[in-house]
DNA sequence: GCCAACGTTGGC
DNA sequence: GCCAACGTTGGC
């Protein structure tokens, strides 16, 4: 399994809306950036991603997994663009910050912190445990510590 | 609202 | 193929 970030401003695309989807998930349309895409192209089923708030919030606030592999974008007839779908799994006990992703020398490499603009970027395993482990959250079982 | 960082476009 | 101009993202 591999490890993923998403970002969203919220008042465009927010957690509470993700999750508002359930089980059945939703396209992540409107990706309209080349490493963006291919980072989607390489996502398989069940890849466990943190669910980001930019612009306002600032914070990991959930997890996610992808629940359909990319194909076509249908906010497009470009056929440059493709995403894939991905359904909300649990919200993370206490949000994890930037500015403590930031202050985290362990995270020092994550792109989060150290790419900036890329909204669909990998998460290496140990970076994935360390905000997991700051969140307040179990890894495996996604429930509180 | 500003601006730095970065990606894309297009002229040459 | 270079690079200036421009557009967008996203933190502050």
Redesign the pocket.
């Known amino acids: 399994m591999q490890y993923w970030l998403f970002?969203s401003?919220p008042f465009k695309w927010s957690w509470e809306q993700q999750k508002s989807k359930g089980k059945a998930g939703e396209e992540w349309d409107g990706i309209?950036?080349?490493?963006a895409r291919n980072n989607m192209r390489l996502m398989e089923l069940g890849d466990r991603a943190f669910f980001y708030h930019?612009?306002e919030g600032?914070n990991v606030v959930g997890v996610a997994e992808v629940s359909a592999l990319s194909a076509p974008d249908s906010t497009t007839d470009d056929e440059r663009w493709d995403c894939v779908h991905i359904r909300a799994l649990a919200d993370m006990p206490n949000p994890v910050s930037?500015?403590d992703a930031?202050a985290n020398p362990a995270l020092g490499e994550m792109a989060l912190v150290a790419?900036?603009?890329?909204?669909v970027q990998p998460v290496k395993p140990e970076e994935w445990a360390e905000v997991c482990r700051m969140g307040g959250m179990d890894p495996d079982s996604l429930k509180p510590v």
Do not use: D, P
């Open positions: 970002k401003e309209r950036n080349y490493q930019s612009n600032l930037l500015k930031k790419n900036t603009r890329l909204s």
